[in-house]
């Protein structure tokens, strides 16, 4: 999204209602496959490229799989980052070059690293009927950039605070935190707030944070929030506000961390700091190399990679200057 188009805020700057909101508006990427199901994709774009470490956020359904046909993704490979699975609704069977063989169900966090080489496969399940949720990256730090293959699972208790029902999937926040070890400071959660409810949170002054819409309309720090749309906040407050504006209960995904420094070039399923990070790992997976091991169990073949651009690939960080008001 163009930074000087309308739906665009500065983040982080005063106003007289709290902190100033930056909205980002998602736009449709149809997957591949011949059945291709299309996500509403809010990062990366051209106004901003993370959020803490979060570099990618795909948000799907509800899709009624009688009529889309689901998820089916063959082995793909994964480079230099973590994928972080969320459902709403649904499930999704998982199976990777580590060995791992789960499902992915409604509140519960699936997070694998993909950090020297990974393939995985992502299939939903014949009971399922509607499929609903998110699919998220974590850029991996330049130190451990290159670490080894890992998946974890997690089912995050609820926690009940100020007319909010709270799963905290990654890092801390009302009072709960996390098992599962992150490469960054992070935080990722998922809010339900009850009709016109409002809540409070504390929050760690030194994250930015992204608010994630799924469901209803959400006013975060003075600025209301549309169903897809990705509210950004800059570091600097301890709290944050949100309010249910709907007569229904409302839902969001709230991501958050220290702000990331370093530059990355993501292209296709790698991330990378160079062009050539990326023609070495695309080369590997094309040759089969154990880099990326072997999926066992998916009926079909690996997916190719596409052809590269005619160009260089330029490594990207956030924007320094962003434009635009709401």
Do not use: K
């Amino acid at each position: 999204m163009d930074p000087a188009a309308p739906g665009t805020a500065p983040g982080g700057e005063e106003s007289a209602s709290g902190p100033r909101v930056e909205v980002l508006s998602p736009r449709d990427v149809p997957l591949g496959g011949p059945r291709a199901m299309t996500v509403r994709r809010t990062l990366p774009q051209r106004a901003r490229t993370f959020i803490g470490a979060w570099c990618f956020i795909d948000h799907y359904g509800p899709d009624d799989v009688a009529e889309t046909g689901g998820m089916d993704v063959a082995p793909h490979p994964h480079t230099g980052l973590q994928t972080v699975s969320w459902l709403f609704s649904g499930e999704i069977e998982h199976r990777d070059s580590l060995g791992s063989h789960a499902f992915v169900r409604p509140g519960e966090l699936n997070l694998m690293t993909g950090g020297h080489g990974i393939s995985h496969t992502e299939v939903s399940t014949p009971r399922t009927t509607i499929l609903h949720g998110v699919q998220l990256w974590v850029a991996l730090p330049g130190e451990h950039r290159d670490t080894g293959r890992d998946f974890r699972h997690h089912v995050p208790d609820p926690v009940h605070r100020d007319g909010a029902v709270i799963r905290v999937f990654l890092g801390s926040l009302a009072g709960d935190t996390s098992p599962v070890p992150a490469f960054t400071p992070l935080l990722g959660a998922e809010i339900v707030l009850e009709p016109h409810g409002t809540t409070t949170l504390d929050t760690d002054a030194s994250f930015e944070h992204g608010l994630l819409v799924d469901r209803g309309t959400i006013r975060m720090s003075g600025t209301s929030l549309r169903p897809a749309e990705l509210g950004y906040l800059a570091p600097g407050s301890g709290t944050l506000t949100l309010t249910n504006e709907t007569d229904a209960p409302a839902r969001a995904v709230l991501v958050g961390g220290t702000p990331f420094e370093e530059r990355i070039v993501m292209w296709w399923n790698f991330v990378g700091r160079s062009h050539e990070d990326i023609v070495r790992a695309r080369e590997e997976w094309q040759a089969g190399s154990e880099r990326f091991g072997h999926v066992e169990g998916y009926p079909g073949d690996r997916i190719p990679a596409p052809s590269l651009p005619n160009a260089t690939i330029a490594p990207r960080g956030n924007p320094t200057h962003r434009r635009g008001t709401r």
